[in-house]
């Protein structure tokens, strides 16, 4: 029998008195007064959900990370076939047993030729059907992707936050910064990974001494002085400290707060020497496609320009957190005139800002020449063959061809990773830090541990929820916005750092060790 139910109004059309307190969180707002108040976040849910699903439906019809390589813009060599080094060598190859037999082979041998044949590689466009053969290639194309609708999100909510202006709201492009930056470390230790799987060991330990060398330089920096390098490690310690002592004193663990300043530099300097590993190799091929790039590109003197300002740009970076040459040079005024200042301090964070964007989109712009520069190392290879003596199996030599182009994705993704790593963090650093694009600065609240005593001293005598409070109120004593401001600089300078670093190295490599 059908049990039939009055009908109840919609929930919409209802006071929220009408409903319980535990039932009202189920439900979208339902008074006007309430609107303001949720309205924001609602949206964000839906361009995030709407994103997510595009992200998943368009993959396979429209992808900005195969539109990268695959666009016809890039060509790639092919490896000469057997037949036609058979062919140079006037040997063609015997049909059938009887006919090997008869010219004295009682088995097929490896085919070999001399090394300076005079055989010529072709080329072709490369295109969509032939990058599906790359190794990480669906592992590229997720995160190259992810990474721009990150951006997509970024910027629609940046929009819509200069529109309305909501103050309480969580900001969910947050969230897809964070998802990039740990997808950037994965993607990192994925290729990483490759150089400690080789049989050889030359790479890992070239890998291991600059992870070394790199850790002894991030506990260096640690202690630059404030005044020439601006990194605000000092004010966030101070910061998290300050907030992180009353929690400390309430259990009698006062003398763990040195230790846990300690802690945190010790694990900076760790995290330093891992970005330096990770960052070796992708600077050293950044070097060798920088000067390959140059010498394509010789009749076209503008590009060449922005391909050096591109490889000069973590120096850029690093000229920006020096505090004597960079904050206090733009705020000195011009000699023999009345005293100024030419920028403010929020003047010069946002120009900051806007110079790491624009630093990131121009190493994007570039990223074509800097492959097709990789893609040409087959022909320098098959060069540098012919100029040895003696004979080599053929398919040695198509090995040395296909092995340039079947990496390409690697290679990809030691260029695009660090840069998709500092932009990520370049938005956290704005967004989470009290930072605007235009002048003037976002106040920024700073935690009290004030709250959290009180809600410590309403639990009652429930030892697991107290034990709870207190992790939570830790945690949120620990990322303050000085802290969290002072780390993401260190990120975002100790990146650049290790870039130019490894690719001045592979410089030096490339033009003096080299050809040794």
């Not at 591109?310 to 000699?335: E, M, N, V």
């Not at 040895?388 to 695009?416: D, F, K, P």
Request: with cysteine.
């Amino acid at each position: 029998m059908p049990v039939f139910l009055p009908s109840l109004p919609s929930p919409a059309l209802l006071p929220c008195s009408f409903f319980p307190p535990s039932l009202l969180p189920s439900f979208y707002p339902a008074c006007p007064r309430c609107w303001n108040r949720k309205a924001v976040l609602g949206v964000q849910l839906v361009v995030t959900l709407l994103t997510a699903t595009l992200m998943h439906r368009l993959a396979p019809h429209c992808s900005f990370a195969r539109w990268l390589l695959c666009n016809g813009s890039l060509f790639r060599y092919k490896h000469p076939t057997e037949e036609e080094l058979r062919s140079l060598e006037g040997k063609p190859r015997p049909r059938g047993r009887k006919e090997r037999w008869a010219n004295g082979y009682s088995e097929e041998k490896p085919l070999s030729v001399p090394r300076d044949a005079p055989f010529q590689l072709e080329t072709c466009p490369l295109t969509a059907v032939d990058a599906l053969v790359l190794r990480f290639f669906l592992e590229y194309q997720w995160f190259v992707d992810f990474a721009v609708y990150s951006g997509g999100v970024y910027v629609f909510t940046e929009a819509y936050y200069y529109v309305l202006g909501p103050a309480k709201e969580t900001n969910i492009a947050v969230f897809w910064c964070l998802l990039t930056i740990a997808f950037s470390i994965k993607m990192f230790l994925m290729v990483t990974r490759l150089y400690f799987s080789t049989e050889e060991g030359g790479e890992r330990s070239v890998c291991l001494t600059f992870a070394f060398l790199f850790l002894l330089l991030a506990m260096l920096v640690q202690v630059v002085q404030e005044d020439t390098l601006e990194l605000g490690l000092e004010p966030g310690l101070a910061s998290m400290t300050q907030n992180l002592e009353p929690l400390l004193k309430t259990q009698g663990w006062d003398w763990a707060l040195p230790l846990a300043k300690l802690a945190i530099r010790i694990g900076l300097a760790f995290v330093g020497s891992m970005l330096g590993a990770f960052l070796t190799f992708p600077g050293l091929r950044l070097a060798q496609t920088h000067l390959d790039a140059l010498t394509m590109s010789e009749d076209r003197p503008t590009l060449q320009f922005f391909l050096h300002i591109s490889f000069l740009s973590p120096l850029i970076i690093l000229w920006l957190w020096t505090k004597p040459i960079a904050r206090d040079f733009l705020h000195q005024a011009p000699p023999g005139e009345m005293p100024f200042s030419l920028l403010s301090d929020s003047a010069f964070d946002s120009l900051r800002l806007w110079v790491l964007v624009a630093l990131c989109l121009l190493r994007l712009a570039v990223t074509r020449p800097h492959l097709q520069a990789y893609l040409c190392l087959a022909k320098a290879r098959v060069e540098q063959l012919r100029r040895e003596a003696g004979r080599i199996e053929a398919r040695e030599i198509q090995r040395r061809v296909v092995r340039v182009y079947c990496y390409l994705t690697v290679v990809s993704l030691q260029y695009l990773t660090p840069l998709i790593f500092t932009l990520s963090c370049t938005l956290l650093l704005k967004t989470m830090c009290g930072y605007s694009w235009g002048p003037g600065r976002i106040p920024v609240q700073s935690r009290t541990p004030s709250s959290t005593h009180d809600r410590l001293g309403g639990l009652g005598d429930d030892e697991a929820q107290q034990t709870a409070a207190l992790i939570a109120g830790a945690l949120g004593s620990l990322l303050t916005p000085l802290f969290l401001r002072a780390i993401l600089t260190f990120l975002i300078w100790w990146t650049a750092a290790c870039q130019l670093l490894s690719s001045l190295f592979g410089l030096y490599f490339q033009r003096h060790l080299a050809g040794s």
